[in-house]
């Protein structure tokens, strides 16, 4: 699986962005998703994750009730709604697939895109 995340950019606090992540291969349509995100000087963290048809998503607690995952497998996309957002969502986001055990750790997870820069002003 071949990620490329999109969608990031400078919005200000209280606004919504959404993130694309262009998935290619055929295995994609089993591939469990994640999102994780990397703040400057910080570890890469767990954001949200989706099952490979799309149910039981799970969210980080700084994200929950803000955040929507979500995935269209006919077209090879995992989108990521981000609402409410705040100064501190400010970091490089990553799209990743395959996990090998934990869905909430990154170093579980086999693919991933090259990341996409969320900066969120005040």
């Known amino acids: 699986v071949q990620l490329q995340a999109s969608g990031g950019g400078l919005v200000q606090a209280g606004g919504s962005l959404r993130l694309s992540c262009a998935a290619s291969?055929?295995?994609?349509?089993?591939?469990?998703m994640g999102w994780f995100r990397q703040a400057p000087g910080k570890e890469r963290e767990f954001v949200a994750t989706i099952t490979s048809i799309g149910s039981r998503p799970d969210y980080a607690d700084s994200v929950k009730g803000r955040f929507i995952i979500s995935r269209d497998n006919a077209k090879n996309m995992v989108y990521l709604q981000m609402n409410s957002l705040k100064p501190e969502d400010t970091a490089v986001y990553y799209c990743?697939?395959?996990?090998?055990?934990?869905?909430?750790?990154?170093?579980?997870?086999?693919?991933w895109g090259q990341g996409t820069q969320v900066t969120v002003s005040s």
């Open positions: 291969g055929r295995t994609f349509s089993r591939s469990i």
């Open positions: 990743a697939a395959d996990p090998s055990g934990s869905l909430f750790s990154p170093d579980e997870y086999n693919y």
